[in-house]
Every structure is written in C-alpha cells, then in structure tokens.
C-alpha cells in the first residue's frame, strides 16, 4: 500500500476476492496503473525481469514445498537485475510451530496439516531462506518474534524477513573504444570498478 501512494505501478495478486477488492477501494483516489488480480499465486504468471520489486508477505507458508519451489523459481526469474525481493514468512520461532509438532500431522518436514481449514501450514527456518536465495544478494536477513493485532485475538508470530537482490551483469560500452585513451586515474579506476560491482 505504502508503495502505491508513492507513485509506484503495482501488480497485485490474492486468491481472495474480498482481499482484492479491498485493495481495490483503497487504491480508487490513485491516478495510477495499478493491476489487482484474483488469482492464485500458484498460477500466476510472472512475467520475466519485470520487477523492481517483489513482495511475499506471509504467503509462502500455506504451500508445500513443489509449489514453494515453483513460486519462489518465478519470483527470482521475475527481478529485473538489481530488483529486490521482500520475503516475510512463518518461522520455527513461532509459537504455534512447537504447539503444531505435539498436536498436528506433520506432512513434509516442517509442515502441518491444519483439518478444520483443510490447509497446510510450513515454518521456515534461516538455512532454508539462505539456500532458496543463495543466488540473490543478502540485504539483510531478520528472525525475530512479532506480535500481531491484526486480526483475531492479539498473538505471536515468529518470522523471518528476508531481503535479496538480483545480482546485475556489469556489461560496459566504451564509445569509439578503439582510439579511447580513458583518462581516469588509478584510484578512481579502483573505486570505480568497487562502486559498479557493489
Ligand atoms: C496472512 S495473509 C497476509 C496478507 C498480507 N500479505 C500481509 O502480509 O498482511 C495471507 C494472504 O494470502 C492470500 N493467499 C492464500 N493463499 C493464496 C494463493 N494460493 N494465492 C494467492 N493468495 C493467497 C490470502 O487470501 C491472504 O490475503
């Protein structure tokens, strides 16, 4: 939401289509081309180097792990060079996955059937976040404990929030190279040659 009142084009996507008509009410006062889909995520086609920016916010843990894979596959392919990922998911830390280990069915590791909303529940942990996006940057990675009155009675959620980015190809054009005598020093030429690959 912060981004689209910024200015930002946004492609937004729920299964839900009471979430995305929300959305949509808040976004109407914006003169913007904002694109709100119901739809989902599972089948959503994300277009290729795409996006300056991709958020996953507390999505990924109601999948099991093919289709994790899949959409996080799709979310990386989806970043422009430099573009950024935003992740936040569940975490071990949460309190309901150590509940979840004593009173629910675990099917995959980590992931719990919940019956009564015929769903699956998956908590992360940083060795996995680390490995999915070992090609990405590491901004920063955070694991803490939240608290979350936003819905229900108030709780906890442990959580890991995770940013990446695409590493960019350094591709340099010299114009009319062959009779270029580049006139930088050898300092500058360092810092330089540091700055563009940063
Ligand atoms: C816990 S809420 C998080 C909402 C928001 N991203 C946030 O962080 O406040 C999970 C959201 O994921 C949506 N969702 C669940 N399964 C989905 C799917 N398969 N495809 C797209 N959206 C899905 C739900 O409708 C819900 O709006």
């Given at each position: 939401m912060p981004f689209a009142f910024s200015g930002f084009n946004i492609d937004g996507v729920d299964i839900s289509e009471t979430a995305v008509n929300r959305c949509k009410e808040k976004f109407a006062e914006l003169n913007s081309n904002n694109n709100l889909v119901n739809s989902d995520l599972r089948n959503y086609d994300i277009k290729n180097d795409n996006y300056t920016l991709i958020i996953i916010a507390n999505?990924?843990?109601?999948?099991?792990k093919p289709e994790i894979d899949l959409i996080i596959e799709k979310t990386k392919t989806g970043l422009q060079e430099g573009g950024m990922l935003y992740l936040s998911v569940f975490s071990t830390l949460d309190p309901n996955y150590k509940s979840s280990i004593l009173s629910r069915k675990q099917v995959e590791k980590n992931t719990f059937c919940i019956e009564e909303r015929d769903s699956n529940v998956h908590y992360f942990n940083q060795e996995e976040i680390t490995k999915y996006f070992s090609d990405l940057k590491l901004i920063c990675m955070y694991e803490g404990i939240e608290y979350d009155g936003?819905?229900?009675?108030p709780h906890y959620h442990g959580v890991i929030e995770f940013i990446g980015e695409r590493k960019r190809t350094l591709k340099i054009i010299i114009s009319a190279a062959s009779y270029?005598?580049?006139?930088?020093?050898v300092r500058t030429l360092k810092r330089f040659c540091e700055i563009l690959k940063a």
């Open positions: 999505v990924l843990n109601f999948f099991k936003g819905h229900g009675s270029a005598k580049v006139l930088f020093n």
